[in-house]
């Protein structure tokens, strides 16, 4: 009854200091955002999160989606889930930690995210060679204009030569 008592104390005074959503969340986790191109927006289970790249600390025990989004580029949309980490081998584990979900870890901790181009087309069209000049010519023109970078340029190019390849 005694170590009862104690049991319950303990978790009373933990759940005040950390707060109940620790219990049903777990413990955060430090996770980096990175996209190429940078500078993508960030929202995280629908919420605006900030700008790539950004690190964020995000709780241990649910699955966490992460959508990014930057003009000129398909949004991306990954996922954050909870994977058994090394301490769940462990033979004797402790309640409090696993309520707290420290016997999980956040994958991918470092999530990086290359946006697809807008200028690579949905479909081949009827003349597809005819559609890859007109897709290469406007990142050209993206280009000479400085909307994009020579890398983002080169990123362009190889994402549309990569989709007729597959699909002509």
Do not use: W
């Not at 309640?95 to 946006?115: A, H």
């Amino acid at each position: 009854m005694k170590h009862h008592l104690f049991t319950s104390a303990a978790l009373l005074a933990i759940s005040l200091l950390c707060g109940c959503t620790y219990f049903e969340r777990g413990v955060p986790q430090e996770v980096v955002i990175l996209s190429f191109p940078n500078e993508a927006s960030v929202y995280i289970n629908g919420q605006a999160a900030g700008i790539t790249p950004m690190t964020v600390d995000l709780p241990r025990k649910m699955t966490h989606e992460i959508r990014l989004e930057r003009y000129g580029y398909n949004n991306a949309v990954k996922y954050c889930s909870p994977v058994p980490n090394e301490r769940s081998q462990n033979f004797v584990r402790f309640g409090l930690s696993r309520d707290l979900g420290y016997y999980v870890d956040l994958t991918p901790g470092t999530m990086k995210s290359e946006l697809k181009s807008g200028l690579v087309p949905a479909s081949i069209g009827a003349d597809p060679f005819e559609k890859l000049a007109l897709q290469a010519l406007e990142a050209d023109r993206q280009l000479e204009e400085g909307t994009i970078t020579p890398l983002e340029h080169r990123v362009a190019i190889e994402q549309i030569l990569d989709f007729f390849e597959k699909n002509v």
